[in-house]
């Protein structure tokens, strides 16, 4: 529910949408399988938060969005800038013309562009994703997104097919930006549309590239099952599909098994996850570095960075603590901060304060988009300062400081 409270925690939102749904703590408790002494101390705080296959679960029974029940992510942008243009996305992605192509056929007067012109944009927006500014590519998506629905309707042929392709990499695109500022069912929207143009082009690398889409918005919309089965059918149909040696194949089959470990650890599957890890593993040693073909990151860097957020999700805190401590300063920044913030987490269920604080301020200096628009990043702060001294503390006042530009107090 857009508008609760970004200063509300975590049990504090459960308490408001199990009162609006009107059960008691021993019916929702119940419901879930858990006690009713769980879930009154998840509420007030004296318990840390639930597990995120637990939340999913609880966001099922409630009948609300994963993401309402985790703090939705909101987008701000840096000191004066103060726009939001997602119902502007919002706007491109269900535009009438999106229904029906006999009813909408392309006017005469219609100028579309070529595909290599449209490329250029798009690829640009991928980079400024990778480098964390999301609110300059929250501010193209609306363009980007027409464009790319006069590309699909270019006449047969090779333009057509290359226009298609675009129009994957643009809904992407948007699936996995929408995503991470909480959109999820605009992100599984604009996934649908990536997977549909990636299917007509026939364009194997486009289709694998398009699955990962699908992947962020099921992972975003707690469907960890369901994205769990589309990485392992999307793997399994691109190694049929694919020269083995290809770099670009081998990263892109390299992320699907990644976001595949990823729904399996929040499904607390642990077998299969690992299982999937040693895959990515083995792809990222043949491929021998990091590299970033189809923006992927992939290598064995982003292999070790996802295995530390698994062992995060399945609550391996110690393995976390032990291994987090990796050198990011070559990868894209957006990748760099989702590690920094994981390992904080982690830093932070451990009582390290300090370290956990220094590795936030790290990561909002790499990217404040990103830090404070992130709802685990709040309720980190929000366990920090329950951990720090009211006074004296030797990072109090900045942990404050932090904690109200993210929102995480009021």
Known sequence: MRGLGDHLSVGERIAFYRERRGYTQPVLAGLVGRSTDWLSKIERGVRKAPRIDKLAELA????????????????????QKHMDDVPAVRDALMSPRRLSKLLFEPTAQSQVPRPEQAQILVERSWGHYQAGVLGDV???LPGLLRTAQELEDL???DQRRRGLMVSARTHHLAATALAKIGESDLSWLAAERAMRAADESEDPL???????????????????????????????????????????????????????????????DRSTATALLER??????????????????????????HRVSIELDLE??????????????????????????DYARALCLSGRVDDAFNELREAERTS????????????????????SPVTGGR??????AMAQRCRAVQ
């Not at 083995?244 to 992320?255: H, I, K, R």
């Not at 404040?368 to 300062?385: F, S, W």
Request: hydrophobic content about 40%.
């Open 60 to 79: 099922r029974v409630l009948r609300v969005p994963l993401g309402d029940l985790m703090g939705q992510p909101l987008l701000m942008e840096d000191d």
């Open 138 to 140: 929250i501010t193209a």
């Open 155 to 157: 006449p047969h042929g």
């Open 206 to 268: 486009s289709l694998a590239s398009a699955a990962r889409s699908g992947t962020h918005a099921l992972l975003a919309n707690g469907r960890y099952e369901d994205a769990l089965e589309l990485g392992d059918t999307a793997a399994a149909w691109l190694a049929r599909q694919v020269d083995e040696n290809d770099p670009a194949a081998l990263s892109l089959l390299g992320m699907i098994h990644l976001r595949a470990a990823v729904a399996a650890a929040r499904h607390q």
């Open 280 to 305: 990515a593993t083995g792809l990222a040693d043949r491929l021998g570095s990091d590299e970033n073909y189809w923006q992927t990151c992939f290598g064995p860097t982003n292999v070790a960075l």
């Open 316 to 341: 391996n805190i110690p393995y976390v603590i032990d291994n987090g401590s990796i050198d990011v300063d070559h990868m894209p920044p957006e990748r760099a901060v989702s590690h920094r913030i």
């Open 368 to 387: 404040p988009q990103l830090v404070r628009n992130n709802p685990r990043v709040r309720e980190t702060l929000r366990d920090l300062r329950k951990q």
């Open 395 to 400: 990072h109090s006042s900045e942990l404050l």
